[in-house]
T-cell receptor
């Protein structure tokens, strides 16, 4: 089982809809969780960080974390065509000597159609 | 705001040649990470440095080596290049030990081995 898994894509939503992206992780003691957006051929861009159970909102983005279920999600409200990209869930190790190297999920390709 | 700088942005090499990729982290960032991303794959961690010392090592081939210099920039040296080394290489940097492990990625170097 991959350490970080994302819901299989691709995901297609109409403009203005809510896009829901999901991620599960295997390390029960993980403390930090990140969502990156990556346009084709470009570098990953950090869009959300979440560390505590519950919701964290930033503009049209909401991250949700449930440590008991080892589950983190990203909601994009009022989706725009410019949101079309690959979304990567990333988790650093919980401790030890692995200073923050990120393990990524396989990514979910989101397409927002007009 | 200043971002991570990588050079060169594109590099074409032949098999068995060597290549050197450079990374300049965001000012005051002391930790540098290298990732490799093949076509259609998620980024894979190669190696990281904290305060000029190697802090973690991932799936980096023995043909590759890296170091971090006194000004915190880092170089990834790749020798005996193989066709399979063709990929995007990203450098990321993070703030001093604030336990958030938020990593900011550079634009990447696209390496093509022919």
């Amino acid at each position: 089982q991959k350490e970080v898994e994302q819901n299989s894509g691709p995901l297609s939503v109409p403009e203005g809809a809510i896009a829901s992206l999901n991620c599960t992780y295997s390390d029960r003691v993980s403390q930090s969780f990140f969502w990156y957006r990556q346009y084709s051929g470009k570098s990953p861009e950090l869009i959300m960080s979440i560390y505590s159970n519950g919701d964290k909102e930033d503009g049209r983005f909401t991250a949700q974390l449930n440590k008991a279920s080892q589950y983190v999600s990203l909601l994009i409200r009022d989706s725009q065509p410019s949101d079309s990209a690959t979304y990567l869930c990333a988790v650093p190790p919980a401790g030890g000597t692995s200073y923050g190297k990120l393990t990524f999920g396989q990514g979910t390709i989101l397409t927002v159609h007009p | 705001a200043a971002g991570v700088i990588q050079s060169p942005r594109h590099l074409i090499k032949e098999k068995r040649e060597t290549a050197t990729l450079k990374c300049y982290p965001i000012p005051r960032h002391d930790t540098v990470y290298w990732y490799q991303q093949g076509p259609g794959q998620d980024p894979q961690f190669l190696i990281s440095f904290y305060e000029k010392m190697q802090s973690d090592k991932g799936s980096i081939p023995d043909r590759f080596s890296a170091q971090q210099f006194s000004d915190y920039h880092s170089e990834l040296n790749m020798s005996s290049l193989e066709l399979g080394d063709s990929a995007l290489y990203f450098c990321a940097s993070s703030l001093p030990r604030d336990n958030s492990y938020e990593q900011y990625f550079g634009p990447g170097t696209r390496l093509t081995v022919t």
